[in-house]
């Protein structure tokens, strides 16, 4: 028997076991108050982040990020990044349940009227980041009539890719895979009047330099090319977690076009300026942020 025909039924056996362990712990903490679950994964990611080596490239980012912060800004920074991003993923067992209608309710919705005339005027694009639990965009989108198709990258274990898709795709119109085909499908979304929601804060080796704290980083504006050239509204959507289990989504007014009739132009100047917003959104609280992505050239 040959290595590959070895790795196969080991990997296969080895993504059962992560996703058993981790699909049965969503489903434990799924069982208690949102607040509970939201503070277990956050105590269970401040506790193991520190160990894996995500946290070398959070605490590189951050130093190139901010060149003047001392180290013990940058470490407390990183444990909030840890505690952000492990209350996600407590939070994510809970999205059924979450009510972003309630008055009272864990979310606060402000500029809900931009979302409303761009869902009554038909396709628009809803530009985001992976900041704060960056799920309440569907979510609240969702609540008012208003699905997006979301572009989203497989799960490497097959299983948890299903169980995320299965997940997710009760608050959504559709999830396309990234890619050409997710791509086009996308396009003939917003043909048919469709909204697309895009976390745009991703490394892309194929996309354009955009400039992300004092360095060019490779940014996906195919998306942002795609609106322009349909003419669709392109808003920009603020995620802030402002409480421990609490958040604020913001949804902006559309980013305005150049329209100066030079399309690659007039889109790196509307990705330029969604890329300088986020950095600012992250400046004010950049522990929320997704800083373990190689988001720039090593």
Not at 49 to 63: I, S, Y
Not at 184 to 200: D, F, I, V
Request: hydrophobic share 45%; proline share 7%; glycine share 8%.
């Amino acid at each position: 028997m040959t290595t590959s025909s070895k790795s196969g039924p080991k990997r296969t056996l080895v993504h059962l076991i992560q996703a058993a362990a981790i699909q049965g712990s969503l489903w434990t903490v799924r069982q208690l108050p949102l607040s509970w679950a939201s503070a277990i994964g956050g105590f269970l990611f401040r506790t193991i982040g520190p160990f894996l080596k995500a946290d070398k490239v959070a605490r590189r980012n951050l130093k190139h990020a901010f060149p003047d912060w001392d180290q013990a800004t940058i470490d407390a920074t990183v444990r909030q990044v840890w505690d952000n991003l492990g209350r996600g993923a407590g939070e994510f067992a809970h999205l059924g349940k979450i009510d972003v209608l309630a008055p009272n309710g864990p979310v606060d919705v402000v500029g809900l009227e931009h979302l409303i005339a761009a869902r009554d005027q038909g396709a628009a694009i809803f530009l985001s980041a992976h900041m704060a639990n960056w799920e309440m965009v569907s979510l609240v989108a969702y609540a008012h009539d208003c699905p997006l198709n979301n572009i989203y990258r497989f799960a490497t274990n097959p299983y948890m890719d299903t169980y995320f898709r299965r997940v997710r795709g009760r608050f959504v119109n559709k999830l396309l895979p990234k890619g050409p085909a997710g791509f086009r499908e996308a396009y003939a979304g917003m043909k048919r009047g469709e909204r697309l929601g895009l976390l745009l804060d991703q490394k892309l080796n194929e996309g354009h330099p955009i400039p992300f704290f004092g360095r060019d980083a490779m940014t996906a504006i195919g998306p942002v090319e795609l609106g322009l050239r349909l003419d669709v509204p392109i808003l920009p959507v603020r995620i802030e977690r402002i409480a421990k289990c609490r958040f604020r989504v913001t949804i902006h007014p559309p980013l305005e076009s150049p329209n100066s009739g030079d399309l690659k132009a007039d889109t790196i100047a509307v990705a330029t300026e969604f890329t300088q917003r986020l950095e600012g959104w992250i400046r004010e609280r950049p522990g929320e942020w997704f800083w373990v992505h190689k988001r720039w050239p090593n």
